[in-house]
């Protein structure tokens, strides 16, 4: 069975710039969640989709924004980009959003 | 607010102990907790997870004790291998957050020869 697979691996962009982040869960998840690492703040969630819909939001700006589509693939933007959204950004998939998830490699954005 | 605490940054132990990895919370909502073990620059790999309806959970060489009356889990490794030297992440979930995760700050696991 296939994981979760997440895309591109690496990133680099400038300030101001915006960028979209892919996401393709294990087959038969329907949630997905976003998350981002950095050292200082370790893992922080930023929302989930569970059939196209965003079902929950942690505290970030707007300029953090996502989609699901029909496939249960999801997409993360991210407008204006700053230093500080330098991080790994993780997806996770579950078959619920209440069982067991299943991460991808993540996506190493920098922003310079 | 941190509601997920591993007070213990790093852990060092010799192969073929037990290694033990402590977490504390502080919301009694959270019902369901996972324990994750990550390499830099990878996405966590999902160890054991255990429900609030239960005390103990075991696979293989991993087994988690939930004290609900303390807020308290732990994961206990055994035997240690080296292939074990990793971060560990303690997860907590609520029952009205869905697809919500809250980590802990991490411990670090070095299992030495």
């Known amino acids: 069975k296939a994981g979760v697979t997440q895309t591109p691996r690496y990133l680099i962009k400038t300030r101001g710039q915006q960028v979209t982040l892919s996401c393709s869960p294990i087959s038969g998840h329907r949630s997905v969640s976003w998350y981002q690492q950095t050292p200082g703040q370790g893992l922080q969630f930023l929302f989930e989709?569970?059939?196209?819909?965003?079902?929950n939001k942690g505290n970030f700006p707007g300029r953090f924004s996502g989609r699901q589509f029909s496939n249960s693939r999801s997409e993360m933007n991210v407008s204006t980009l700053e230093l500080g959204d330098s991080a790994l950004y993780l997806c996770?998939?579950?078959?619920?959003?209440?069982?067991?998830?299943?991460f991808g490699q993540g996506t190493r954005l920098t922003v310079v | 607010d941190q509601q997920v605490k591993q007070n213990s940054p790093s852990l060092s132990v010799q192969e073929g102990r037990i290694s033990i990895l402590n977490c504390d919370y502080t919301?009694?909502?959270?019902?369901?907790f996972l324990w994750y073990k990550k390499y830099p620059a990878e996405g966590p790999t999902f160890l054991i997870s255990i429900s609030s309806i239960k005390d103990k959970n075991e696979d293989g060489r991993f087994t988690v004790f939930l004290n609900k009356s303390a807020k308290h889990l732990s994961l206990h490794i055994v035997p240690s291998q080296p292939g074990d030297s990793a971060v560990y992440f303690c997860?907590?979930?609520?029952?009205?957050?869905?697809?919500?995760?809250?980590f802990g700050a991490g411990t670090q696991v070095v299992v030495t020869p």
């Open positions: 989709y569970f059939s196209e819909t965003q079902r």
């Open positions: 919301n009694s909502m959270f019902d369901y």
């Open positions: 997860a907590a979930s609520a029952t009205d957050s869905w697809g919500k995760l809250q």
């Open positions: 996770a998939s579950s078959v619920t959003g209440r069982t067991e998830a299943f």
